[in-house]
């Protein structure tokens, strides 16, 4: 790329805790689900905002996964202040899920079987006037952007799978295309409810979700004092829901993410990916080395996994062992999407 | 900016107008819309506060798409249209399957069709306060075209899986500006050089109880029952809120090499495209149009178009209050050099065929790009008398004939996210 990028700041919420770090301690256990004994995940409290950023019916009106996401943001509002930049200069890009929380609200449906005659009437005279904005992630994206003052370039993103790095790549090309000069990546995943065990029984049976969110501050800089800072370096994305195609698909994805700094799988340091996912491991079985994931930490995190794992990455940079080179990411999705990225570690010599 | 110049070799509209786009055109040309007497289903006796749509009419499925696999796999009625609308838009391009193997696909869908019904599914036999472990051994009983069975990112896939497409394939969510970001993303990504071929757009309907329960509570939408089916009104002083329309549009982009390679004739061409938010408040615009401008001009600067190059803007135009002052405010602001806003035709599309929520600027993409190949501009229907803050020149009542080279096409999202698309007729060189 033209114009370098690097992860200046990044926040985390998941079930291994607040902090990067958290993501290397000891495994959280599992939790039997709340609606359903027989499943286990990873679920969170729903956390408390601050409320010198966000106004205090945010607290109430937004969803958990909401809620979650401006966590993570508020922790970010000193760095992003720090950069003192016009607020049309930032970015805003969002990975979240939409609600699925009941459209009438719990009132409403309880209501509506307490008088199962007149549904039209309770529908109207139990839901709140601004219960549509609970089910709107633009909603989110609005607080966001109303909190942090980012009137620049916005991307918003949503799915369950690859809706992650759809959001970092839009997030990243403002940059490169100097449309702005920071910008903030923010994700969620989706709140535990049936619908993540419903859409997809067969694959869902195998699944460990988890509830957690993940924010990113990207600039032209890296965070002061340093001393190994986290470019983005290469990316990729291509999609196969044919099992035939799937290799092929990811090969090229991969290919793809390396060959703009001209690379081959044998010179990156580290892979971050699902080890569960065989058809994911058999494309770097030929170059056997490190991979880590944080997934055993946290459950699938879906559109908040990747943001996590840069996070780790860029918590890494930060340890007294940290070493130049690079990692790469690569996620693949249930659905079929594959993904790519590749980010540098480096000295702020190399680049200085 | 890169000199990779970026065409639409294909366009496909489901609206309340027919499931051609070619109708959709001929109907706005004639100043007709297609907002009807409407009610959700469940509701028999005309109680539900709003009262008009712009549903689709299924009655005007033409017989070479009543095979289509859309009407019969389990999605979403928004997915459905959609499906549809993206096979007309690739068959009315022409391009081959192994032509569309590394296409990227970037939809819009708006929010979760949630059923009423799902959700009494929540219920405690004994009385208790629903939830969801009340649902889980009833799950055999959840509908399988509702959000509990249908992910957000499901038309997306469809398509791509459809199609054979192996290029990224994205779903976008940014309220009403989500095809128009779709379509902007997707001319970002051929231009810079990530595919050569996208298929981009979005569908939504909120015609159901549960959204239209929520857009009425919120206000948003018209329950006004003064002028019947001509209630859409955009900058008309007596404007009392959107009208929801139903469907989806789809547009096919190719760099212009590889349309040309393969001998296809562009529409127009998609020359940038702009963002912006408006960081102000979740439930209205910025007053003065602030972040609505600054879309504007992000994408006249990513064209590389001067305000006084642009004859046309083909409007967000809600029929909203607010949204209306402050979109005209915007275009004042953006085009205030020697007033070139006197200058300016404005034309908004939402009179005719309805608010289409996420999917709304696919269609009025397309009524832009056709614009520009036949300088003609739609008229804005039903405004009769401006509102005094709106002093544009609208295009009120018939279609205008007046050459349009340069184009841009609003679309403003609810929470304050704006895009804007700027759109020139194709020539074969640049100027």
Known sequence: MSIAVYIHSAAVLNAAGSECADLLGTPPSSQPLAFDATRRAYPLP???????????????????????????????????????????????????????????????????????????????????????????????????????????????????????????????????????????????????????????????????????????????VPAPDTPITLRIAGFARGYSADPQRGAAVGRGVIDRALSVEKLRLGDVGQIVANPEDAQLMSLIADHPRDVRSARAMTGDLGASALLTEIALALHHTHTASATPGYTLLVSHSRAGHWGALLLASETMEEHT | MSATRIVITGMGAVTGFGFEWQTLWEKMLGAEHCVRLWQPDGVEDGTFPVRYAAAVDMSLLPEALQDHPAWTFALEKRSRFGWVAATQAVNDSGLAPEQLRDAAVLCASGAPQHMLADMLLTQAPDGRAPGWQHLMPRAGEVNADGSLRQGNDRLARVIADGLGCEGPVINISSACAGASQAIGNAFQMIRRGEVSVAIAGGADSVL????????????????????????????????SGLIAGEGGGFVVLESLEHALARGATPYAEVLGFGSSLDAYKVTAPQPEGRGAALAMQAALDDAGLRAQQIDLINAHGTSTPLNDVAETLAIKSVFAEHKHYRSLAVSANKSQFGHLIAAAGAPECMVTALACLNDLVTPTVNLHELDEQCDLDYCAGQAVSRRVDFALSNSFGFGGLNTSLALGKYREHTQ
């Open chain 1, 46 to 220: 729903t956390p408390r905002l601050a409320s010198d950023l966000f106004d205090r019916k945010i607290q109430r009106s937004v969803e958990p996964q909401g809620l979650r996401l401006l966590h993570c943001v508020a922790r970010l509002a000193p760095a992003l202040a720090a950069l003192n930049l016009p607020p049309a200069r930032i970015a805003l890009t969002a990975a979240i899920p939409e609600v699925d929380a009941p459209s009438p609200c719990w009132d409403a449906v309880q209501a509506i079987g307490e008088q199962p005659q007149k549904p039209l009437a309770q529908l109207l005279a139990n839901t709140p006037p601004l219960h549509a904005l609970t089910l709107l992630n633009s909603s989110v994206m609005a607080y966001v952007a109303e909190a942090l003052q980012c009137h620049g370039p916005m991307g918003g993103f949503c799915s369950q799978d690859n809706a992650g790095l759809d959001a970092l790549i839009e997030a990243c090309q403002q940059i490169v295309e100097q449309r702005a000069d920071a910008a903030l990546v923010v994700s969620s995943s989706p709140n535990l409810t049936p619908a993540l065990y419903l859409r997809d029984p067969h694959q869902a049976s195998e699944a460990m979700y988890g509830e957690g969110a993940a924010a990113l501050l990207l600039g032209l």
């Open chain 2, 208 to 239: 159901n109880l549960d959204t239209m329960a929520a857009l009425y509570l919120l206000g948003a939408a018209s329950s006004e029952q003064r002028w019947g089916v001509d209630l859409c009104r955009p900058f008309d002083r007596d404007r």
